[in-house]
């Protein structure tokens, strides 16, 4: 499992949208980039779902990370974010839609 950096993608399940993630800690980076910590990649803002329609929220806020920080390797008392990142985001229908990670921002260092 790949460590998560300011450099990570995430989406939702539709493909198209993107998660806005902005890393809190200074202290660890990779290649000059920030590692993502513990509630990083939650309440962020999503840009682009393409989940479009009348009766229809497209994704545009991610939710509690609910898999994927690591249970033993932590920043500042703050756990390190993986590429196992996966969360729900406030899409409808309402709890069905997941954002997750389609690329880490890094391949050097894993758990």
């Keep these: 499992m790949n ?7 995430l989406r939702c399940t539709h ?5 806005a993630t902005k ?14 910590v513990d509630a990083d990649p939650e309440r962020k803002g ?5 989940n479009i329609g009348p009766t229809i929220k497209p994704c545009t806020l991610t939710l509690r990370v ?5 249970d ?5 008392g703050k756990a390190i974010a993986l ?3 996966r969360g729900k985001t406030d899409g409808t ?4 839609v997941y954002y997750e990670v389609a690329q880490a921002g890094q391949d050097l260092v894993r758990q």
């Excluded at 460590?3 to 993608?9: I, R, S």
Aim: glycine letters at 12%; charged letters at 20%; one cysteine or more.
């Design 93 to 96: 229908p309402p709890g069905t």
């Design 46 to 50: 999503i840009g682009g779902c393409s």
């Design 23 to 36: 890393p809190t800690q200074t202290l660890v980076t990779i290649a000059g980039r920030r590692v993502l």
């Design 3 to 9: 460590w998560l950096t300011e450099d990570a993608v």
């Design 66 to 70: 609910e898999v994927g920080y690591s």
């Design 83 to 85: 590429d196992t990142v």
């Design 15 to 19: 493909k198209t949208g993107i998660v």
């Design 72 to 76: 033993w390797l932590r920043i500042e």
